[in-house]
């Protein structure tokens, strides 16, 4: 009888799921690039020194993978996690003390500390390297915008807790709204937005209105926040993401002296 | 006093810092492995026949942690410890001042001096004594309160990281510049052999995401996120503290009002960010390390991110406590410490201080637009400093500066313009810094609480 991976590797199961034989020689390694829909995101060959970790740290890599471990234990924590006043914080709480699988949640915090910093880390070695001049200014673009939506993605996380260290980490940060030029009610410039004398931007209209959907930081705001936190942002970052990936193979693959 | 005793304190941490000490020296045996393994030792003098190395100097420094760590896992922990007298003294001249300053002054001195900051046995010895200085320090209770709060873990981590990452391309540029001197092309160009992806890069990443998860699984077991009591509107925290990626912009709410700290400058950041490949015209320093070939892009990225952006939030979340209020490494955060505010407008020095009159004001019944004409008379010198510094130092600089002038004309007006700009915006907040803590204590150029438009 011939050896077992042998007999998986001839069934018709397996041949109609990876269409090539065993990346052992270089024309299959070659294929298996080509033919994979998660490994076609690479090129099929690389300049050894794009490999070289002292020079790419890795970072963009470990940002990307981050962001699916913060996808995977961010959809089993809202399988158990209810955004409400009433059950938001003993959700939590119990996810701390009885859930089996409560460890869940200490992943996604400290995943979602770790992304922020690695994100920064990326930037730097793409600063450093020069790696946003010509052909990838636009690149870099899409990048400043990514590096934003991971500080959103973790700054609407913060909240859900629902405990004193969310909602005045929140309160402080959105309390800058409020000051926005022309419209923030605190903000320069807002006193001219009257119609009649009547204030068009008050604290109940303004830019922090809009962000917590209410005049203080509560139920509206957990809502709001959750809903931007696991549906809206993370689409958008998966949107600029692909882009981002893509035009790393456009723009000639990663950066190296010319 | 404190609210805590100092030997039950010792007794909790004493297991914690013993095993700090004896991953130092296991960190330092390795290295010292390393470094007789591949024979890259560097010998330095005989003594008694015998070849003293790199490597015997990192086996002694392992040694002697081993010794701490000992001392600390049996319970004496305290005798670990800075003198009470120089953590007092640290905490005296501990300020926002010093330490802003003082960064920058560090920064400025391993940059001058890179190329001798970079070599590897520096650096080892540098990474040593500041490991060395926080075991040291964590046996002061109100260091250790503040360093080992879980989220702020990840802050500690990131120092370390960026010092690292900092090291590594600095090194790596330092070595690209002697070779570019040389007429050699850079290290990134000696590999420009081409591979298969398959199997060596996705093997290493097949790798980094299990040492990934392995860490991330070790740190979740280890530490427990932070959850506090439940949320309440009424009862408000001292301080009340953004996420720490927040905390340099909350900083800066110190000197600007929200709309600046919170809004605009936030948005010059984002937008400045963006500019960098647009207004960066050198094409010098594309795929690989150099600091020589890109001095001024280096300095400027560096000056914002490690200085404006990182000690900004290490200063937020280590040195601010309550109301805000600075603290040294080692103090108590007491929310009664008291902070003289005696902060003055620029208008008030221009008309009361040097010409003696009362600040104008509008007539009584005066109507808006009337007002508005008093008040912009009012607030006219800062008024006036603020457009002579955007509107005439970025011609200035072309025509009293080789450096700028060169630059504008490679660059063109707009492209000139948008930098200038960005930098004299990014140099606003050392310099509202410095007019606050000097003994003019700045509060306003302009202020117009009127209008809510504070700068």
Redesign the interface.
Known sequence: MPPIDQIIRESQIWKSIFRHPA?VD?RN??V??LTNFF?HL????????G?????T??MG??TF??FL?ETVTGVLLMFYYRPTLEWA?AD??AL?DVASLG?L???H???A??M??TV??HM??V????????P???N??IG?IL??LT?LL??TG?LL?????????I???S???????IL?H??????LLTLDGIDMITNASDARFGLLGAR???EETLNRFYVLHCIAIPLGAALLMAIHFWRIRKDGGI???? | MHGHNTAEFLDGVSGFIGCFYLSLAAMNATAALYLWQTGKARSYFKVAGLTITTAHLWLAVALIFTVMGGIALGGMAGLLSLPIGLRAALDNIMGPMTYTLGSLVILTVLYLGRSFFVKPIVAWAGLNLSLLFMGLSLTDYDFAQIVTKPDNVPIVAMVYLLAYFTWLSAYRAVENDKRIANGQGPLESEDDEKILVWPDLVYTELICMIVLTVVLLVWAVALQAPLEEPASAVKTPNPSKAPWYFLGLQEMLVYYDPWMAGVVLPSMVVFGLMAIPYIDFNKAGNGYYTINERKFAYLTFQFGFLVLWVTLIVMGTFLRGPNWNFFGFYETWDAHKVEALNNVDLSEYFWVRIFGVGRPQAPEGAGTLQSIGWILVRESPGIVCLIGYFAFLPPAMVLYSKFFRKMFIQMGFLRFMVLSNLILMMALLPIKMLARWSSLNMKYFISIPEYFLNF
């Open positions: 990346p270089r390694r070659v298996v690039m490994l690479h090129p099929v060959s690389i300049k050894k020194q490999i070289a970790l002292s020079f740290w890795c890599g470990i993978f981050l471990v914080y939590i709480t701390r460890i949640r200490e992943v915090r400290w995943a500390h770790a922020v910093i920064w880390l730097y070695r600063f450093l390297t020069g790696s946003y001049k010509p990838r200014e636009f870099w673009v400043v590096l934003l500080l973790s700054f913060y807790p629902w405990d004193q260290l969310a909602i005045w980490a309160t402080v940060g309390n800058m709204a409020r000051a926005t030029p923030g605190e903000g320069p410039g807002a006193a203080f930081v509560g950066s190296g002296p010319l």
